[in-house]
């Protein structure tokens, strides 16, 4: 079993509340300490219209009612990773509630690549200094009475946790609902033999473990989805299923990600996301660009 501190108390169990996003399919969360009325907020969604180069709040705006209206108090706005499909609504909530913003500390990994990708200045800090903290693998944190726990779980990205809350853990893009699979591993810094072990980690856990997705896209047309356990990602994933090999997996998922499209907004969603969810800094004329490189991706 994933070696888990014994602050982290799995009978506990918290209040979760999901928002999916239908422009990117990405499932946001608030986590309720069951008592008192702390709260996090994990893998928000800011919205863009990328043709138009345009933002707007809506979806982030949606949790930011949900939280006053339920009288919460937001201590902690945790990314899972740095997202290549959605931009991060993580500063803007926290402008409007508060709150700590935390990440996986090999978000350096991630701003010292894309860095260079997208050729960002001497301005642009690679040190992780956008974020409030910087989890390393084995982190406690606490939600009012709850402890957390930070577990390095690398191979879709470098920087990606899953963070274990009472009996409810967040896996961000490294596990798929059981009929969906796995993330893939093909990004700068991705490792398909990484990903098995750090989803082999994930699925030691107790088997009545509740896992949240960060995404569902609903394979055969199904009904959306988010919420599975550890059992029943050991029994019915089609991609990591009891009996599967490492190396039948890295096969697998090398096949796969061969086929696969970059996401429609990675390109705006990785420069947003290595800054903590912020636009780029203004120009001498005070406007905000993104940038485009050309046959870097």
Same mark, same amino acid.
Request: proline letters at 4%; glycine letters at 8%; one cysteine or more.
């Given at each position: 079993?994933s070696?888990?501190p014994?602050?982290?108390d799995?009978?506990? %169990?918290? $209040?979760?509340?999901?928002?999916?996003d239908?422009a990117? &399919?990405t499932?946001?969360y608030?986590v309720?300490? /069951? &008592?008192?009325s702390?709260c996090a *907020?994990?893998?928000? *969604?800011m919205?863009?219209?990328?043709?138009?180069?345009? +933002?707007? !709040?809506?979806?982030a705006?949606?949790?930011?009612?949900?939280v006053q209206?339920?009288?919460?108090?937001?201590?902690? =706005?945790i990314?899972?990773h740095?997202?290549a499909d959605? =931009?991060?609504?993580a500063p !803007? +909530?926290q402008g409007?509630?508060?709150?700590?913003l935390?990440?996986g500390?090999n978000?350096?990994?991630?701003q010292?690549?894309?860095? %260079?990708i997208?050729?960002?200045g001497? $301005?642009f800090?690679?040190d #992780?200094?956008?974020f409030?903290?910087l989890?390393?693998?084995?982190?406690?944190?606490?939600?009012?009475?709850l402890t957390?726990?930070?577990m390095?779980?690398p191979g879709?990205t470098?920087?990606?946790m899953t963070?274990?809350?009472g009996?409810?853990a967040?896996? #961000?893009?490294?596990?798929?609902m059981p009929?969906g #699979?796995?993330?893939?591993?093909?990004?700068?810094?991705?490792d398909?033999? *990484?990903?098995?072990?750090?989803?082999?980690r994930? @699925?030691?856990?107790? #088997?009545?473990?509740r @896992?949240?997705?960060c995404?569902d896209y609903? /394979?055969?047309?199904?009904?959306i989805k988010?919420?599975?356990?550890?059992? $029943?990602q050991k029994?019915?994933? +089609?991609?990591?299923?009891?009996?599967?090999?490492?190396?039948?997996?890295v096969?697998?998922?090398? $096949?796969?990600?061969?086929? =696969?499209a970059?996401p429609?907004?990675?390109?705006?969603?990785?420069?947003?996301?290595?800054?903590?969810?912020?636009l780029?800094? /203004?120009?001498e004329?005070g406007?905000?660009?993104? %940038?485009?490189?050309?046959n870097?991706?």
């Open positions: 079993m070696s888990i014994h602050a982290v799995l009978s506990m %169990k918290p $209040e979760v509340k999901g928002f999916f239908e990117t &399919n499932v946001s608030v309720k300490d /069951p &008592n008192s702390a *907020v994990i893998d928000s *969604v919205d863009i219209d990328y043709a138009a180069g345009r +933002i707007s !709040y809506d979806s705006d949606e949790i930011i009612r949900y209206d339920s009288g919460l108090k937001v201590e902690w =706005l990314e899972t740095a997202h959605h =931009l991060s609504a !803007y +909530i409007k509630l508060g709150g700590k935390g990440i500390e978000i350096r990994i991630v010292e690549v894309f860095g %260079k997208f050729n960002e001497t $301005e800090q690679r #992780g200094s956008q409030d903290r989890f390393k693998d084995g982190d406690t944190y606490t939600i009012g009475t957390a726990f930070a390095l779980t879709h470098p920087a990606c963070h274990v809350i009996n409810a967040f896996v #961000g893009d490294t596990l798929f009929d #699979g796995t993330a893939r591993a093909d990004f700068p810094g991705g398909a033999r *990484v990903l098995f072990h750090s989803i082999k994930v @699925l030691e856990l107790p #088997g009545e473990m @896992l949240f997705m995404h609903a /394979p055969g047309g199904r009904e988010w919420e599975t356990s550890v059992a $029943e029994a019915t994933n +089609i991609h990591v299923h009891e009996g599967v090999t490492e190396d039948e997996f096969r697998m998922r090398t $096949e796969r990600d061969a086929t =696969l970059l429609k907004l990675i390109i705006p969603s990785i420069q947003v996301n290595i800054r903590g969810g912020q780029p800094e /203004p120009d004329s406007k905000r660009y993104l %940038k485009v490189p050309v870097e991706f």
